[in-house]
């Protein structure tokens, strides 16, 4: 099954109350096209987090292996991939290349397990340029991140502001 993602991930503050969206778009064997949205909000969170958070609630709701295509405006995430940072922490023991810890590991790690079962790749989209399903993954985010209704951020230390 061949999946569009959208994801976007938002934050007032560093740290700060923070949420995040994502729009997935797909059709299934019977050729019914299906949109479903995703939203939540946490306190004491960051920006980064919650955009790696829009892509693991994406893909973690996908019940079988996909050809995936996940569209973001973070390029802290599709970098990751793009330009092969995560193969260089992983292999210098989740170090930058200035051997400093990786921030937000734990949600790195996540997203490497919920990429597991899919072929995804990641598409670098221009945030806030008019981008419908960009758009609404911003306002799905900042309407959770404002709800009142935010869950821990169990995984965020203070070594992950950005």
Same mark, same amino acid.
Not at 58 to 62: D, H, Q
Not at 80 to 85: I, L, V
């Given at each position: #099954?061949?999946?569009t993602?959208y994801?976007?991930g ?8 923070g949420? =995040?969206g994502?729009v997935?778009?797909?059709t299934?064997?019977h050729g $019914?096209?299906?949109t479903?949205e995703?939203?939540a909000g =946490?306190a &004491?969170?960051? /920006?980064n987090? #919650?955009?790696? #958070?829009?892509?693991?609630a994406?893909? $973690?709701?996908?019940n ?6 996940? &569209?973001s405006?973070s390029q802290?995430?599709?970098k990751?991939?793009?330009? &092969?940072?995560?193969e260089?922490? +992983?292999?210098?023991g989740?170090?930058t ?5 990786v921030?937000?590991?734990d949600?790195? +790690?996540?997203?490497? +397990?919920? #990429?597991?079962? &899919?072929?995804?790749?990641f598409i670098?989209v221009?945030g ?5 399903? /960009? $758009?609404?993954?911003?306002k ?11 869950? $821990?951020?169990t995984g965020f230390t203070d070594?992950?502001v950005d």
């Open positions: #099954m061949k999946v993602i994801t976007d938002a934050a007032h503050g560093n740290p700060g109350n949420g =995040y994502a997935l778009n797909y299934n064997a $019914e096209t299906f479903r995703l939203s =946490y &004491h969170t960051t /920006n987090r #919650m955009e790696l #958070m829009a892509v693991i994406a893909l $973690e709701a996908l079988r292996p996909c050809t995936i295509d996940v &569209h405006d802290y995430v599709v990751a991939f793009s330009d &092969h940072w995560i260089g922490w +992983q292999r210098r989740w170090k290349a200035a051997k400093k810890p921030k937000n590991v949600l790195w +790690q996540r997203l490497l +397990q919920a #990429m597991a079962p &899919h072929d995804v790749t670098w221009r806030h340029a008019g981008n419908a399903l /960009n $758009e609404r993954c911003d799905l985010a900042t309407t959770a991140a404002d709800s009142g209704r935010l869950l $821990e951020d070594a992950d």
